[in-house]
C-alpha cells in the first residue's frame, strides 16, 4: 500500500488530498470562479498550492490566497516549461501536509467541480493506486476543438503502443498522486514541457509502482449529476497487475464551451466590457 494512504474495511482509499495547480490568467477571468467555488474546493482539498505565470494577474493570486488559503508561487511564462511548472508545485503540495496530491490545471479544477463535484469526490477515494490518470469520455474529446483531437489522439495511441492494452486519455492533465509517486516525478522527471503527461506515468510505473485510470462510463449528456440511474462501471487494469479502477466517473468536464470564464469587467482594457469582447459577467 502507498506510504500515507488509509484503507476502510471496503478496500477504498481515504486520505488528505493536496490541490496542486499550474494557472495563466492575465486577465483575471477565473477570480470570480474561485469565490463563488472556493468553498466547494475547500471540502475536498484542506491544501492548496498554485504555481502561476507572472503574467497571472495579481487578483487571482489574491483570490487563490483568501478564498483557499493558498500557498502561491510564480514562473516566468514560457510553454516550452510548463513540465517544470508542474513539478514545482506537486512537490509543494506533498510538502504541505497531504497524504497524496491532485494535480490539475487551475482552470479544469474549477470546471470539474462545479459540474461534476461527485466525480472528484470519487476520483480522490477510489481504490489506492501511486498515480491515478483521470480521464475524459470519447465523448468529452469529441467536444474538443479539432487541434486539440488530432495531437491528444496521437499522443494516446503512441503511448498504447509503449503499454499495450491501455487506451488511456493522458492529456488532460489531472492526476492523483501518492508521496512515493510524488517523489519519483521530482528526483527523476526531466521533462520540462507538457510532455509530463506521458513520463509522469511512464517513470512511476518504471520504478514498481501502481498506476490506473479512471473510466470513461458516460458523458453528462446521458446522465445527469442528480440521475439516480445505477451508473455503468468499468475496470482499467494496467499489464503489471496493480489494482484497477472501479467507479461511477462519467467524464470530467461536458464541452468547456459551457464554462467559459469570462473576463472580470474590472480587467477591462476598457473598462466596460468592450475590450473582452462583450463577455464580462459572472460565470
Known amino acids: ?46 491544501f492548496v498550492a498554485i504555481n502561476a505565470t507572472t503574467d497571472t494577474h495579481q487578483s487571482v493570486l489574491d483570490a ?30 506533498i510538502e504541505l501536509g497531504g497524504e497524496q496530491v491532485l494535480y490539475s490545471d487551475a482552470d479544469h479544477i474549477l470546471r470539474w467541480i462545479a459540474a461534476r463535484p461527485d466525480e472528484v469526490e470519487s476520483a480522490l477515494s477510489g481504490p489506492v493506486a501511486d498515480l491515478l490518470v483521470v480521464g475524459r469520455s470519447p465523448e ?31 492529456m488532460f492533465a489531472v ?4 508521496p ?18 506521458v513520463t509522469w506515468p511512464l517513470l512511476v510505473e518504471d520504478r514498481g509502482l501502481s498506476v490506473t485510470t479512471s473510466p470513461p ?3 453528462p449528456t446521458e446522465r445527469s449529476a442528480t440521475s439516480t440511474a445505477a451508473p455503468t462501471t468499468m475496470t482499467a487494469t494496467p499489464s503489471n497487475g496493480s489494482v484497477g479502477w472501479r467507479s461511477p466517473l462519467t467524464m470530467p468536464l461536458p464541452s ?9 469587467p474590472g480587467h477591462c482594457r476598457t473598462g466596460d466590457g468592450a475590450g473582452c469582447r462583450g463577455r464580462c459577467g459572472a460565470i
Open 1 to 46: 500500500m502507498p506510504s500515507g494512504f488509509r484503507r476502510d474495511r471496503t478496500g477504498w482509499g481515504i486520505a488528505l488530498t493536496a490541490l496542486a495547480l499550474a494557472h495563466h490568467d492575465p486577465d483575471g477571468r477565473t477570480v470570480r470562479a474561485v469565490r463563488r467555488l472556493g468553498g466547494a474546493l475547500l471540502q475536498h482539498f484542506p
Open 64 to 93: 487563490f490566497a483568501s478564498e483557499l488559503g493558498a500557498s502561491v508561487v510564480t514562473h516566468p511564462p514560457d510553454e516550452e516549461h510548463i513540465g517544470t511548472a508542474r513539478r514545482d508545485v506537486v512537490e509543494l503540495a
Open 140 to 170: 468529452a474529446l469529441d467536444a474538443s476543438p479539432q487541434r486539440l483531437r488530432e495531437t491528444e489522439r496521437v499522443v494516446n495511441h503512441i503511448y498504447s503502443l509503449m503499454r499495450p492494452g491501455r487506451a488511456w486519455d493522458l
Open 175 to 178: 492526476r492523483r498522486l501518492s
Open 180 to 197: 512515493a509517486a510524488v517523489k519519483v516525478i521530482v528526483d527523476l522527471d526531466k521533462e520540462p514541457t507538457v510532455a509530463n503527461d
Open 217 to 219: 462510463t458516460g458523458s
Open 256 to 264: 468547456a464551451r459551457s464554462f467559459e470564464f469570462p473576463a472580470d
